[in-house]
């Protein structure tokens, strides 16, 4: 089966640093995708790894395990306007198909 | 450059009627997909469009659910008849295709069925 595994809830205050943990189990792997989605609106993409290591985009940071079967999603600094949930994705294969995303976890961030 | 488009943002119908949702994906875009998001959960799958060939709809529950895309554009999603249990957000997506590309999201319908 396909499964993806991430905390449900965490909280955090403003200018802290916080990791959000996804694992996965699925049929191929060809990249893992992070997207924030603010209440009531479109997810919007944050990173993409398909190789294992830490890739850097200013405030977010995501790493990726294959063999593990591990990401995460490292944001630092906090601001308020972070609170929102963010969806761990997965493209199995064949490439090009579509995403398989976590149930997301809801970051509330206060001051 | 614009987003993807869907229309309308909210719907509101009795169940049994029907209702259909319509999406303009990203200009030059070849692939577009349609998502259900429940509350609490992550999008989920609907169907996939490479151009206009519909190349992924095993998640579609085709005897009440149909979908679209004339000319490899526009894409419209059609419930017929809606069920309380499709009350949700359905969203849509495009990607450039053929590849490990980035999908980009709609701001989604949100359905509800009473």
């Known amino acids: 089966g396909q499964n993806i595994d991430q905390p449900t809830e965490m909280t955090a205050t403003e200018g802290a640093i916080v990791q959000i943990n996804c694992t996965y189990q699925?049929?191929?792997?060809?990249?893992l995708f992070w997207y924030q989605q603010h209440a009531g609106e479109a997810p919007t993409f944050l990173s993409y790894?398909?190789?294992?290591g830490l890739e850097e985009k200013g405030r977010f940071s995501s790493f990726l395990s294959r063999s593990k079967g591990y990401s995460y999603l490292l944001l630092k600094e906090l601001q308020m306007k972070d609170s929102a949930s963010y969806l761990c994705?997965?493209?199995?294969?064949?490439?090009?198909?579509?995403?398989?995303f976590g149930k997301g976890t809801t970051l509330s961030v206060s001051s | 450059e614009a987003g993807v488009v869907q229309s309308p943002r909210y719907k509101i119908i009795e169940k049994k009627q029907p209702v259909a949702f319509w999406c303009n994906p990203i200009?030059?875009?070849?692939?577009l997909y349609w998502y259900r998001q429940n509350l609490g959960q992550g999008p989920e799958l609907l169907i996939r469009?490479?151009?206009?060939?519909?190349?992924?709809d095993s998640q579609l529950p085709k005897d009440r659910f149909s979908a679209e895309r004339l000319k490899g554009v526009d894409s419209t999603l059609k419930i017929q008849p809606a069920e309380l249990g499709d009350s949700a957000v359905y969203l849509c997506?495009?990607?450039?295709?053929?590849?490990?590309?980035?999908?980009?999201f709609g701001p989604g319908t949100r359905l509800t069925v009473l």
């Open positions: 790894n398909v190789l294992d």
């Open positions: 699925t049929s191929g792997f060809n990249g």
């Open positions: 994705a997965v493209r199995g294969s064949p490439a090009g198909t579509a995403l398989i």
């Open positions: 997506a495009s990607s450039l295709g053929y590849g490990t590309d980035t999908q980009y």
């Open positions: 469009y490479e151009n206009e060939e519909a190349v992924d």
């Open positions: 200009s030059g875009h070849n692939t």
